[in-house]
């Protein structure tokens, strides 16, 4: 199939028949002549809600039918979607239903589109739509800040049918917020808590508890547990979208998924062929250079490649920081058959740097030092190394019209290695001494695999319609950890001394402490759902997990190289764990639902109690309520939830051992705790007008320990705000300035605890914004301003006193030109 040029120019054809389909807000479908005789067959689609773009090129993979669309016509608008067998006009109409525009066929194997009512005028075609079978969906293109669909609970659903909050973090809002780490996309979905911690990642918090693995593609693997801190760190620019569920997950996860799963969705090879560069330039001498390239890769499209390279180095408003990385992903699907898709991908992130870890410190009264926010507490031979490397495959086939198979799979090995110094230890007030040097260095390598597989299918029995889920996933997770560390007196906190003799882990581990590690955590469990629609307005959702969980650490300790004593060898095996999840979601229109869920979690613990056993899991009752809205023909979502989570059985400090020390040296443990989160959410996300995309929430949340000796009725989760707003909004101006577009936005939360609950950490409100020309075509320029108002405040952190106090980035600029050819 050819692809037209762009800006080709259709002159009006004489209309013989116009055949009119009622659907959707009137959606006509106007052939130019009369309707082909292909148009009397019928096809088989299977064409999830999702952008119109996706929809038409889905449409078009199927039929053969060359749909030439300008780009202006179908920016930001949304496809039903389309499942069963229909002739090529009538599930062309249905497609477009409720976008306001009409068909005209050209001829058996072309067809235009254009807005109702100008059916004999020209179209000026600026892009062009063409077959292209593709994995899944996709937000590429949409330019929306929404998705009809999603895939994080297996499948694809729309968002107001699944019964649990669902936030998608689209690439266009990427692209205009210039989000290019997981940290700045956690911090732009609603209700998540990013925490700096020791490391050089971050700790991830969703209503109260932290999240520990994440998806790939659909496939869970373990990603932040590490002997020290967490490491975690990814590059967005693979990445087609962000799905974050709030709410239990260990009805597809297992253990240790309380309140949260997160599913990053790579880009996927396209048809059509494609090509962007992007260069950028901001502040502290930071730039980027892109390239992403794919297509078809044979001339009947059944083979389709994507490529990606990302470049960037930079400096920091911090003294002496630097760093550079590199991302390189590429990915082929193959069309085995017309039902069977098969798609293979690998990516590489390495980066070198000299990092600024664990910052800065307090008084001993708690208070602040009065330092520029360009101190570095490290030294010049403080360097950074990580070096990731992922492989993905899938393979997908459509038995017919209701039932799909999906297999995944995924394999990534990292390597973290740093020597760095920092201060250590509280400032005496009135003074500039109190904390030592520290001189540490860290060798990580961490392996994770995971497979997932599962069927789903619709069919009707009884009179009622009905869809099962059965699938089952596994994954493993084991590291070799080393880290040295090394102690020295003298910091003098306002002439801290960059120049210490330089040190590598050997010279540190033959001075002074010396620890190697090792995790090996497994986890493999089957899964189903069923879903009923026992009236025509009321949904019934019944699922449940059986898990089966193997977590061991083990760790030596050494002092000067000579082995001193044993580490705790903790344990821990769950078998046959199940946990169940029961929903329900009502219509109350074609718009809008309710819903109510209640499941099960767990999450095993590693504390010894008096008699040397292991105690049981953490059981948690997990109650949510909601309301969700599919507006406007799908280019908005609205969402409203009200959560409640009780858990039980948490290790406590058994009274029986104080001062004793019996396990390990340390008290032994009794399961009597239990804790509480509860709260709301409300997120509006989409196109609220023309040309004006919104990313919005709240999230009220408070946590609180029910029983504990020590902290009963304090504050449980330390690091998670009680308020959160997030806000981004971008504008396309209307008429003569519909090149330029502007943005802007905030990031608000109120006070949290420091982790040593020492001191309360002060909320803060960070503005952005950005301003977009479309140059020509082919060539866009923006520049992005992030803490627009050069607030001073310290970000969230893994803080205490003795130290990981660290400030915001200052007032930034970020400029960047991006070139994109037409085909």
Known sequence: MEHPTANRRLSALPTLLKLAIGLGGGVCLMPAHAAPAAQVQSYRFDIPAQSLDSALAAFSTVTRVQVLVSAELTQALHSPGLQGSYPQGEALARLLAGSGLS???IDNDSVTLEKRGNADAALQLGATTVSGKQLGVTTEGTRSYTTGAVTIAKGEQK???????????????????????????????????????????????????????????????????????????????????????RGSAALLQGANSTTGAINMVRKRPQAEPTVKLTAKAGSWDRYVGQADVGGALNDEGTIRGRAVVNYEKGRSFTDYVWNWEQTVYGAVDFDLSEDTTLGIGASNKKSHSRPYLIALPRYSDKTTLDLPRSTFTGSTWNRAMNDQTAVYLDLEHRFNDNWKLKAAAMAMNESNEATYQFIAGSVTPGTSTGPRYSDFATDFTGKSRGLDVYLTGNFEALSFEQSVLLGANYSKYTTNDAYARMFTPGVNIDDIDHHRPFQDFDSIADQANLATSTYDIRQKGLYGSWRVKLLDPLTLIVGARSSWYDFAFHQQNYFQRELQDYGENNAVQTNGKVTPFYGLVYALNDQWSAYGTYSEVFIPQTERTLDQGGLKPIEGDNYELGLKGELMDGQLNASLAMFRYIHKNRAVTDVRDIGEEGCGGVACSTAAGKVRSQGIEAELSGEVAQGLQVAASYTYNTTKFLEDEAFEGKVF??????????????????????????????????????????????????WSSRV???????IALAVNVNNLFDKKYYIPAYSQVTGNNYMGDPRNFMFSVEYTPQF
């Open 103 to 105: 068909a005209r066929y």
């Open 159 to 245: 968002l107001k049918d699944i019964p649990q909050s669902v936030s998608v973090l689209t690439r266009q809002r990427m692209d205009d917020q210039n989000i290019t780490t997981l940290t700045q996309a956690v911090e732009a979905v609603p209700g998540l808590a990013s925490v700096k911690s020791p490391g050089p990642g971050m700790f991830i918090f969703s209503r109260g508890f932290d999240i520990e693995s994440m998806q790939y593609d659909g496939v869970p693997v373990p990603r932040n547990v590490y002997a020290l801190g967490s490491y975690i760190t990814e590059n967005m620019v693979i990445y087609d979208r962000m799905e974050v569920l």
């Open 717 to 766: 989760a330390k690091s998670t705000p009680m308020h959160m707003l997030r806000l981004w909004a971008d504008y396309q101006l209307p008429g003569d300035f519909s090149k330029f577009s502007v943005g802007g936005g905030l990031n608000s939360q109120s006070s949290t605890l420091s982790f040593d609950r020492a001191f309360e950490q002060s909320g803060f409100t960070v």
């Open 772 to 778: 977009a020309y479309q140059m020509s075509e082919e």
